[in-house]
């Protein structure tokens, strides 16, 4: 498996503008998050999925914010208008609870957004 | 609420050396804690997890152990290489509400001499 695949990698856009950014889980997983990382706040989670449903979007920091998940291949983040303070590496991550038990999240590689 | 601290955040050592990262937590009630590394400009890679009846976790000349009594949890890497430069971060996973989230800590940056 090709592991999960986030784009773009790098983003730059201006004050106001919309953003999206793009998560391809590991195929056959059911749970997908998005975290975002910032030298100020560390690792912190904005939302995450369970077959495709929204389970806990208490870290969404504001309505400008926006994830979805049409499908159990794809979700997006959506961040509409864009701020100078939303600057940082968005990292999508997807699990599955393996036959043991075991539980354990697979990142991606990031998408880093730097908003003028 | 559940927080995770890493201590000390930044540490530098010569080849060769047996280190330990040290990760606290303040609630007990966990499913698991994971232990990641990741690399300047790249994502998290998982390096060992454990689960809440665990005591330890071993790969290779790393080994990972929990007390979760005590909310704490070591990364024991043995003869450090300076491949082993990054940022090594634990997560916790609570037990609270059957939650599937994971709570970050601020990482550790180790620095293998050569």
């Known amino acids: 498996d090709a592991g999960v695949i986030q784009s773009p990698r790098h983003e730059v856009t201006e004050m106001g503008q919309e953003v999206t950014l793009r998560c391809k889980p590991i195929s056959g997983h059911d749970y997908l998050f998005w975290y975002r990382q910032t030298m100020m706040r560390g690792l912190e989670l904005l939302i995450y999925f369970n077959n495709n449903v929204p389970i806990d979007d208490s870290g969404m920091p504001e309505d400008r914010f926006s994830a979805k998940m049409p499908n159990a291949s794809f979700s997006t983040l959506k961040i509409q208008p864009s701020e100078p303070r939303d600057s940082a590496v968005y990292f999508c991550?997807?699990?599955?609870?393996?036959?043991?038990?075991?539980?354990?999240?697979?990142f991606g590689p990031g998408t880093r957004l730097t908003v003028t | 609420k559940q927080e995770v601290t890493q201590i000390p955040a930044a540490l530098s050592v010569p080849e060769g050396e047996n280190l330990v990262l040290n990760c606290s937590f303040t609630?007990?009630?966990?499913?698991?804690l994971q232990w990641f590394r990741q690399d300047p400009g790249k994502g998290l890679t998982s390096l060992l997890l454990?689960?809440?009846?665990?005591r330890e976790q071993t790969s290779g000349r790393l080994n990972a152990s929990l007390d979760k009594s005590s909310g704490r949890s070591t990364l024991y890497i043995a003869a450090s290489q300076p491949g082993d430069s990054a940022t090594y971060l634990c997560a916790v996973r609570p037990r609270m509400d059957s939650s599937y989230k994971l709570i970050f800590g601020s990482g550790t940056r180790l620095l293998v001499r050569p």
């Open positions: 454990i689960q809440s009846s665990q």
């Open positions: 609630d007990s009630a966990i499913y698991n």
């Open positions: 991550a997807s699990s599955a609870v393996s036959g043991s038990g075991l539980y354990e999240q697979y």
